[in-house]
């Protein structure tokens, strides 16, 4: 460890902390080290408030993954394959976001757990994960964006650069604006997420109880018949494992986002209460808005349903607007589509905070050019905005290809890139507490902590680093190898 942990009874408050001043609110633990840096406050503003921080954390991974890809999900897995893989993707997440709330209430800076990454591990793992980072959320803004051109197709037919020129305009103005303005957009679209993911929720009862004229009450039907396992590449029993292990990639990417919560943690007021609070939320996150929605999704719709593979790039193949359609209910599909399209939006818009403060942080530690310590008299860092804004246009491929195809191409690309950076943040935490063991310091002594993370920390590091070796093990199979897939599983 770079940082030197040691206990001190004396008293502090974060939000007030200088250069060396990094004592927890409890007033028992500091580091002797640049933590909160001089740039960090004096030309960053603490923008987040509770409420903002409380919503992006509840509908935080609320994205397109769960409307665009659960689709696919429940066609290679099965409505018990795409449910099991989607749980225990959940409970990754559930390790990752208490291991990082613990982290971050200690060490709250900018650039979250690639800064934590150089403190606790190594200045050049920080640096490699922080590039890696940088990478990803570059890759997932023109992903977010080939989505909501995906919703949009559903409406009209008129051109994809046409929606995505005016999508970059419009995440633009708001990461070039106040980080409270940020803050407000996030906290509106969250309750739009949060209200839509309750209402299909209780569409998809209503439809499969029998609630709608004419339509029969559905029960369970469509586990015994197709059945809940779909077989993928192979036949038997090992078929149906793959097409189960197919749907964690499609999960991950459903998931990916979390980790940017504390991505601003400089620019959040008091983050060593609202950090961990807002941790706290990801149980109930993870049970009710992705528990709930795959099993109800896979109790609507059938898995051999051909819409749930339509390649005609327009959000039909939403199992949501599937079931809603032959239900009978037209004017539904189009709400769906609607709110999806501010999830959209909305997941670009923290893969545009997650980035820019990323870059931020490693020009910080001069780990990438001084430029992009420019900010704006709004504490905004304009330089690395513009920076992911022009990478931001490699949404126009969906020109030239089908918006769907350039979305799955992404989706992969953003996934491995999740999962390096969960396996980052448990293993800071990991390496946290050895430290606090090493120098006979209990880790009751920090700002947040929970007995049993050590042990779920472990179990989320090896399961992320096992999904992302297999995670596209379909190339590897006889008969489908793709160079495009082989990049796109495996490039960092």
């Not at 059945?227 to 991950?252: D, K, M, R």
């Not at 059938?302 to 599937?322: C, H, M, Y």
């Amino acid at each position: 460890m770079s940082a030197s942990i040691s206990s001190s009874p004396q008293g502090g408050d974060s939000r007030n902390a200088g250069p060396k001043d990094t004592t927890s609110d409890s007033g028992s633990v500091h580091l002797n080290n640049n933590i909160v840096t001089d740039e960090e406050s004096q030309n960053l503003s603490r923008g987040l408030a509770e409420r903002h921080v409380q919503m992006i954390a509840i509908a935080g991974a609320i994205g397109t993954g769960l409307f665009l890809s659960l689709g696919s999900s429940i066609a290679t897995g099965g409505p018990l394959g795409a449910l099991l893989g989607y749980t225990i993707v959940g409970f990754i997440v559930c390790a990752i976001q208490f291991a990082l709330g613990e982290v971050s209430a200690f060490l709250p800076v900018t650039g979250s757990f690639v800064r934590h990454a150089e403190m606790l591990i190594d200045p050049a793992f920080g640096f490699a994960i922080g590039w890696n980072v940088v990478y990803g959320c570059f890759m997932s803004v023109p992903s977010e964006i080939s989505a909501a051109v995906v919703l949009i197709q559903y409406w009209t037919d008129l051109s994809a650069a046409i929606w995505i020129s005016i999508l970059l305009v419009i995440s633009a103005v708001v990461a070039f604006l106040f980080i409270r303005v940020y803050g407000e957009v996030e906290f509106f679209l969250a309750i739009l997420k949060i209200l839509l993911v309750i209402g299909i929720i209780l569409m998809g009862l209503v439809i499969d109880l029998g609630g709608v004229p004419g339509q029969p009450r559905l029960g369970f039907h469509y586990w015994k018949d197709p059945g809940p396992f779909v077989e993928y590449i192979s036949t038997g029993s090992w078929g149906q494992f793959l097409g189960f292990w197919a749907v964690l990639t499609n999960a991950v990417y459903s998931f990916s986002g979390i980790e940017s919560l504390a991505m601003a943690a400089a620019e959040t007021q008091n983050p060593r209460k609202n950090l961990p609070k807002a941790c706290k939320k990801v149980f109930a996150r993870v049970t009710l808005f992705y528990f709930l929605a795959v099993l109800i999704v896979g109790m609507i719709v059938p898995s051999n349903d051909p819409r749930l593979g339509d390649e005609s790039g327009t959000a039909a193949q939403s199992p949501f607007v599937i079931a809603a359609a032959d239900a009978g209910i037209k004017v539904v599909p189009s709400i769906i589509n609607a709110v999806v399209l501010t999830s959209a939006f909305s997941a670009g818009n923290q893969s545009i905070l997650a980035g820019t403060r990323t870059l931020y942080g490693l020009a910080i530690r001069g780990q990438a050019p001084k430029i992009f310590l420019r900010t704006t008299a709004g504490g905004v860092p304009y330089m690395c905005v513009a920076l992911q804004i022009c990478f931001s246009g490699l949404a126009y491929l969906s020109v030239s290809n089908t918006a769907l195809t350039v979305f799955y191409w992404l989706l992969d690309l953003t996934a491995a890139g999740v999962l390096v950076s969960w396996g980052t943040i448990a293993f800071n935490h990991i390496r946290l507490l050895q430290a606090f063991k090493k120098q006979g310091i209990s880790p009751t002594e920090l700002p947040w902590h929970n007995s049993w993370t050590i042990y779920s920390s472990w179990c989320a590091l090896i399961s992320c680093i096992v999904i992302l070796l297999t995670g596209g093990f379909k190339v590897f199979t006889h008969g489908n190898w793709d160079p495009a897939d082989f990049v796109s599983s495996y490039l960092q």
